[in-house]
């Protein structure tokens, strides 16, 4: 076996590379640039880890987050890599000591915060040090284009400029549309990059978006079809995680929360139930999921639309990290849209930006806004709109999403249109979709009588239709430009270019949903091979966790799930087998490989 493949061996415990890793791993040993894109779970990190590991040096490694640092760091050190971060975390003794070891060169890793870069003790440190490589985590945070702006990532070129001598780059990310990867290309200045990229399509999700008439009844409803699964329920606000984690334990569903707002003991607490499975459901804002490796995430349910398809697409990746399928459910209401604007106003902008960069990122974001809300609301392929927005062209419709899955028929819609058309036409746009609903469908509700809409002559056009299906037919009007929809906090209707079209005798016609869908059942199965021993896996997690507590670390930092599911469907009888699980370094080996062994070999004795 080469070099290469012993450390990853030695040190990860793995037997090859996933998909994309070994060209970058190969392409930065060769003393090239590297531009990575691989969504969620590819396996990001050993792309420079391996490299900094083979190369004479220290590798600096770029990442903007100081929980994602601290638990990778604890993974390396766990591996029996000397690694170490540099962030303002650390007191400045700790910090001292820090840099002092890393003088003396006992390191191969160093994370640092890009903020760092310009600090002048860290400059004199990193010009003269030899350098391996430098990787930049979460590339995309240079980028005005991409979700995470920060401008401190702006000045790494400016850094490489100070060294004597430029090492290899490495530039890394999940989530890049078009854009964003060129700007990245550019901002970064990075140098005939190899370029990976290993595809964002994640076959083993299913996606679906559901409009419910109430949120709460349909999230119930989805888990009630799944009480042994384990899964994630997204809220867009605080307010909402504590409403809907009281809501589902008060209906005896296993579940808790965690939000910016809770303390750091409860934080962790639930954390920890949650990756030991003491709870089932996690309730949480999207604070949760940075750097959280639980592999047997069953189901994601978003209970309010994101801001960007980007955080929808990272927070549903979440599910099925171990290959077996999940369900990835969001539940769409058109108040999300108001919620997602009023967020996006009382946002935090990136520090050291000014106002003229800050109103142009804001409208950036109403626009990535806009497009989830086109996501929710299509009745296209949802695969297909996830992926065309990253820059990838499914070649067909992907046959298996909630949309691609649901029966359509075409529904005549003229009489209606034209009604609609004429009520915006009467009330010469100064209206929004709700209240030209209320009028057309005769409902005296408190906005009709306040403008006393109940004396115009279309009021009552539609009484015989639902508002909510009136309201439907807006929107789709709007989509295909019969109807104009205003931007601003109170957007009003307008008749649209081909307005003409419907009025002057041309059919409208509206696809609407035959059946409601059926989400595909999650899948059980274990990756590969023997079947899995569940009784010897739940034994061996009470283990890693009774570890965890002894060394205050993470449950997944000593073995992750995937690595404990291969322990119990191949039983390994010695240290030697034991090796061979993919995970099982020979740190790891050393460290905890006899106690593992041991539950293994108890639970095989014939009782
Ligand atoms: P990302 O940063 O891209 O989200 P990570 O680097 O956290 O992904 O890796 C995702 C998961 O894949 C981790 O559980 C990691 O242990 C596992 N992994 C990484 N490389 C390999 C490999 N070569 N073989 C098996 N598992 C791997
Ligand atoms: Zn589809």
Redesign the pocket.
Known sequence: MSYKMDLLNAYFG?D???PG?ERAVDALLDGRDVLSI?P???????CFQLPALMLPGVALVISPLISLMKDQVRSLIQAGVPAAYLNRSLTERQFDLALERAWQGRYKIIYVAPERLESPRFLRFARHTQLSLVAVDEAHCVSQWGTDFRPSYLKIPAFLDTLPQRPPLGAFT?TATPEVREDILQKLQLDQPVLTTTGFDRKNLYFEVRHPQSKKAELLSILRRRPTDSGIVYCSTRKAVEEVCAYLQAQDISATRYHAGLSAEERQCNQEAFAQDTALVMVATNAFGMGI?KSNVRYVVHYNMPLDLEGYYQEAGRGGRDGGSADCILLYSGKDVITGRFLIEQGESPEGVDEKTVAALRQRQFERLKIMAAYSTTTGCLRRFILHYFGEDLPADCGSCSNCKAGWEEVDITRAARAILDAVDECSGRFGASTIADLLCGKESDRVLRWSLDRKRTFGCLSGQPVREVREQIRLLVEERYLVSSQGDYPVLSLGPRAKEAVSGGQVTMRRRIAPSRPAAAGRQVPSGAPLDEALFQRLRELRAQLARQKSLPAYVIF?D?TLREMAAQKPATLAEMAHI??VGSRKLDQYGQDFLQIIQLSSRPS
């Not at 969620?40 to 050993?46: R, V």
């Open positions: 793995y090859g590379f996933l890793q691989m969620t779970g590819a396996g990001k990190s050993l999940a490796d992750t995937r993919s995970g």
